[in-house]
């Protein structure tokens, strides 16, 4: 990256002297970045993403900041330089839209649902849902405060059960840890974690939370420098190529 | 307060105030924050009142923990010489400058129901995961070089001579212990005591890999503030005000019962 910024610089003087047109058109095109703040759950995806959209759009980079979304809303509102928001879920990016951060009005691009994950031996012989409600089975949820564990008090309104959980984690990356260190016998967590965690956990389908759809909504930032380039991205993950990374990854269609 | 400066140059009082100022700045940026109309509400909801229970509960058992366990190691580093003491005593601190939640990765990997003891103890019927248990041995893990440094510091500050005295008195060394060298150190105790309290109160990364969180069990009051700054963002700066103000408290009883015993 520095030596290409480098070559670039070296270049517009030299083309500068040599040939009109050029210029104009290394004028049209400097090295812009544009920073995306994504939730967590976007990590590997929107990499994949960003490094496609690179490869397509020359003098544009995109650097990422991964957090919670409402961290990264928190940080947004306190004037930290993001050109794209996309978070893990709707209300974050309704408090966003109400906060007037948002430029123009957001796109949903993917969802999620929950799954259940065992360590990959299940000692609990855990089957289905309902066997969570067994005290005996150690499962860990999200707190009902961030996403994922609403969408777990919602899976379990769906199927009309109550899990005593051994402990309710801050994010789903924490109860995902409790799995795969064989902690707990069980834990409530997305999709797409499953299949990221490969055969370090094995994942059950849950049919209750059919009607649990966590969306992920995206939209470019008000303050943003790079208006227009952060419009193109936004557009770029709703588009073909984005929607290819992110099915591929387990996520479902918005 | 205001006692001689004994011939400090005044310009070393500039960079003091900065560095004070760097401190209680914050603290005030944050009580200034504070919806002090609706803090009492905001204080003593449910889960905030169990939060500051467990946790002044734990904290409590964990410093008596540092004490049984730290008030010997101090002694034995500080009295004795033996060959890689100097290595023992790097190993004491490390907890001190490990990050909080690798040294929750270290004690799952120990206590966890598949870690090192964490058989041993499931055929005892010692289940620690997810229990208060695991939430006090967290805290005594990142507390316990606090007691061990300041003990350990105190007692080689006063020497043996005393000790060596009381011993060709006739005085066994149990007695010595317990009659000479212990009262001795009493504030460097004190300060020990007081020091691991306030960090097992603050203690958050270990206690959140290693014991989870949960209402009433294991959710401390760090652990809670966290969880409500996802929501409720007053609440949490309402509670982080109480952890400060627990945490003057607690430093200032130890300042003031040391002053009173010079």
Known sequence: MRHLLLGLALLVPLSACSDGALDDRAGDSPQVTITVYAAASLKDTFTEIGRQFEAEHDGVTVAFSFAGSSDLLAQIQQGAPADVFASADADTMDTAHAAGVLDGAAQDFASNTLEIATPPDNPADVATLRDLADRRVRTVVCAPQVPCGAAAVGVQKAARIAIPAVSEEQSVTDVLGKVISGEADAGLVYVTDVKAAGDRVAGIEIPESAGVVNTYPIAPVRRSAHAEDAQVFADFVVGRQGRAVLAAAGFGPP | ?262
């Not at chain 2, 041993?120 to 695991?134: E, K, P, Y």
């Open chain 2, 1 to 262: 307060m205001a006692t001689g400066s004994s011939g400090l140059p005044r310009w070393i009082f500039a960079p003091a105030a900065v560095g004070a100022l760097f401190i209680v700045l914050p603290l005030g940026a944050m009580a200034s924050r504070v919806d002090w109309g609706a803090f009492p509400t905001l204080i003593t909801s449910d889960s905030s009142q169990a939060a500051l229970g467990l946790s002044l509960r734990t904290s409590a058992a964990s410093t008596v923990l540092c004490i049984l366990l730290g008030v010997p190691m101090a002694l034995v580093l500080a009295r004795t010489t033996f060959r890689g003491q100097s290595i023992v005593r790097s190993l004491v601190l490390l907890p001190l400058v490990l990050p909080p939640v690798v040294g929750g990765i270290a004690l799952l990997y120990t206590f966890g129901r598949r870690g090192l003891l964490g058989e041993t103890l499931d055929v005892l019927g010692l289940q620690i995961a997810f229990s208060t248990t695991a939430v006090v041995i967290a805290q005594t893990f990142v507390a316990l070089p606090f007691m061990v440094v300041s003990l350990e510091g105190a007692l080689r500050a006063t020497g043996q001579r005393y000790d060596v005295v009381a011993a060709t008195l006739g005085a066994r060394p149990t007695t010595v212990l317990r009659r000479v060298t212990l009262p001795m150190v009493l504030p460097g105790l004190a300060a020990g005591t007081v020091l691991s309290f306030a960090r097992a109160l603050g203690e958050f990364g270990a206690t959140l890999t290693f014991a989870g969180s949960l209402e009433g069990v294991t959710r401390t009051l760090p652990l809670e503030i966290y969880l409500q700054r996802e929501t409720d963002p007053d609440a949490a700066v309402a509670l982080s005000l109480v952890l400060v103000a627990v945490a003057i408290l607690v430093i200032g009883l130890v300042r003031g019962s040391r002053s009173a015993t010079p």
